[in-house]
């Protein structure tokens, strides 16, 4: 009878030395006779050396589709991979929207990098930082991580873009949701608060008097003389 092969290996009819099953397989018994009865690494497997009992599950952050593998693919950019022994990419997650992931092989949701306040990002998966974009007049976003940025509340205003806040209305001006400048007064009224966010907030000139467009006060009337 032939001698038992050794774990790892398989033993030719006639050789000496085992021959070591090559790397993508492994051979858990000793009753290889050829290189065709190593065993091929599963998928979520791969076995990068030669000579092995087993093969090892692909760590979180990679997969391996094929039987065979040497080696593990990276999770792709703009995700993450978090199950270990994966067979398949479809155990990757995109970042959230309002996050990005700029590099490949990462295991964790903490990889997934928030856009900066004053910018934000409406698509998932976002592999670079350029998909966060500034904040438009008349919005602002006050924290990182956001998919859209706020609009403006009444009574408030943002010229800039990128803007983390909106600043208070003017006086003499009303200023509506959203508003990426003050809106004056009309004629005939005025206003000295700084938080009005409709025209018919302004206040009507009393009997006498009278209020430029924009005006923050009303002022009397002259009376000529006849």
């Known amino acids: 009878p032939s001698r038992p092969c050794w774990p790892g290996h398989f033993c030719p009819k006639g050789s000496i030395l085992p021959q ?30 030669s000579g092995q009992e087993e093969c090892l599950p692909c760590a979180a952050g990679s997969f391996s589709p094929d039987v065979g593998s040497a080696a593990c693919e990276a999770c792709p950019k703009g995700g993450v991979c978090e199950d270990a022994g994966a067979a398949s990419r479809l155990v990757w997650q995109p970042c959230l929207a309002g996050s990005f992931n700029p590099n490949r092989g990462s295991s964790s949701s903490a990889a997934c990098e928030l856009c900066p306040v004053g910018t934000a990002s409406a698509a998932p998966g976002a592999e670079s930082s350029e998909t966060c974009e500034p904040c438009e007049p008349g919005h602002f976003a006050a ?26 209305c003017k006086k003499g001006s009303y200023c509506e949701p959203g508003a990426s400048r003050p ?16 025209a018919s907030q302004c206040a009507p000139a009393d009997p006498g008097y009278i209020a430029g467009r924009g005006s923050t006060k009303q002022t009397a009337e002259e009376v000529r003389a006849s």
């Open 143 to 168: 924290t990182p991580g956001l998919s859209k940025c706020e609009r403006c509340s009444a009574g408030s205003y943002q010229n800039d873009t990128g803007a983390t806040s909106c600043r208070d």
């Open 183 to 198: 809106l004056p007064c009309e004629g005939g009224s005025y206003s000295d608060k700084t938080d009005l966010s409709a």
């Open 20 to 49: 070591k099953c090559p790397a993508g397989t492994h051979m858990p018994n000793k009753r290889a006779a050829n290189i065709s009865d190593c065993f091929l690494c599963a998928p979520g497997q791969y076995q990068p050396e």
